[in-house]
């Protein structure tokens, strides 16, 4: 069995922003301070995502390159939004996932 996406949630000033890991002993060791983990390795879709509503639940869209910039910094890149979530954000498990749905009686 493969193991369970975990979200990487940032609250952001106006907009909250997510990645997803698969690996989230990796996540902990590179928060510990292992900078010798290749990001690739720590994010498993190079993409950033965010929540119209906010929170890290609900329909996710791709973050748009103004909404990366309005947050990060002007000319920030994805690269650059992925490594301040990894290293600012919180890991959550990843809600509804199979193993966590409860049967319906």
């Avoid at 106006?14 to 690996?23: G, Q, R, S």
């Avoid at 928060?31 to 609900?58: C, E, F, H, M």
Wanted: proline share 6%; charged share 30%; net charge negative.
């Amino acid at each position: 069995m493969s193991p369970q996406p975990h979200k990487i949630f940032y609250k952001g000033n106006e907009h909250d922003f997510v990645i997803f890991t698969e690996n989230p002993d990796l996540i902990k060791k590179y928060k510990a301070g292992d900078t010798t983990i290749p990001l690739v390795d720590l994010v498993s879709v190079w993409k950033v995502y965010t929540n119209r509503q906010g929170g890290v639940d609900g329909i996710l869209d791709e973050a748009s390159k103004s909404e990366l910039e309005n947050e990060f910094g002007p000319k920030t890149k994805v690269d650059d939004a992925i490594k301040k979530i990894l290293d600012e954000g919180v890991d959550k498990k990843a809600a509804g996932t199979f193993d966590e749905q409860k049967p319906h009686v």
